[in-house]
């Protein structure tokens, strides 16, 4: 337990270095609470109002980019394999991933709640579906990265994956036939709490069955012994 901190600890220093080093991932992360918050102060009304949408593609375009390029670059430049056959273990290695890329982008919510993007939301429950919502997006980024041979190659899986869990809701949301396609999704339950929608019982079992179908994939892809042998 304590070598698994370690190793976590590590891990987060590490790509805390990285991130910092890369200005076009530090834009990514940044770009739509920016965006909003030029929004706000241009007044320009037709966007202003309702920030759900931004919230929502801050939630789950941002973290899949941004855990699918780290993967990838560090799978393409061997560093993935190097850590796997030091003895770091698939779960310290997302969990330090995770944890840094985290802290970006709770401080992106922070910039969208003060300019008032999650007023229809300004709920503790809204908040922890949120992160819920930032760990599932990342787990399908570290999916993502893990298939992928490069970091080029990452865009032509990533693109209509992310395009599919984020306009899934919104489709519904504006045609009831078709409600269907996100209903079942994370990012389906998401959109709805941001609206001002309660958490209800079906939502968390949406959310629960989400992680453990995230959860197993990711790990069973990121099998140390066939990522050594690649």
Do not use: W
């Not at 990514?28 to 102060?41: C, G």
């Not at 579906?129 to 899986?157: E, K, P, R, Y």
């Amino acid at each position: 337990m304590i070598n698994s901190l370690r190793v976590i600890r590590a891990m987060i220093n590490k790509e805390k270095t990285d991130i910092l080093r890369n200005k076009k991932m530090l834009i990514i992360m940044f770009i739509f609470p920016v965006i909003y918050l030029f929004i706000t102060f241009a007044g320009i009304q037709e966007f202003k109002g309702d920030g759900s949408a931004f919230v929502l593609m801050h939630s789950i375009m941002v973290p899949i980019q941004i855990i699918a390029s780290i993967v990838a670059e560090e799978k393409e430049k061997g560093t993935f394999k190097m850590l796997m056959m030091s003895g770091v273990r698939a779960f310290e290695y997302i969990i330090g991933i995770m944890v840094i890329v985290m802290m970006f982008l709770v401080f992106g919510m922070v910039i969208f709640d003060q300019t008032g993007a999650t007023k229809n939301s300004d709920t503790f429950e809204a908040v922890i579906v949120n992160m819920i919502a930032f760990i599932l997006s990342m787990m399908i980024g570290f999916i993502i990265g893990v298939i992928s041979d490069n970091q080029v190659s990452v865009g032509a899986v990533s693109l209509p994956v992310t395009l599919i869990i984020f306009f899934m809701p919104i489709v519904g949301m504006f045609n009831e036939k078709y409600e269907f396609l996100g209903k079942y999704l994370y990012s389906g339950v998401l959109f709805k709490i941001l609206n001002g929608t309660h958490c209800n019982l079906e939502n968390i079992i949406i959310l629960s069955i989400n992680t453990i179908v995230l959860i197993v994939i990711g790990f069973a892809i990121a099998n140390p012994v066939k990522i050594i042998k690649e």
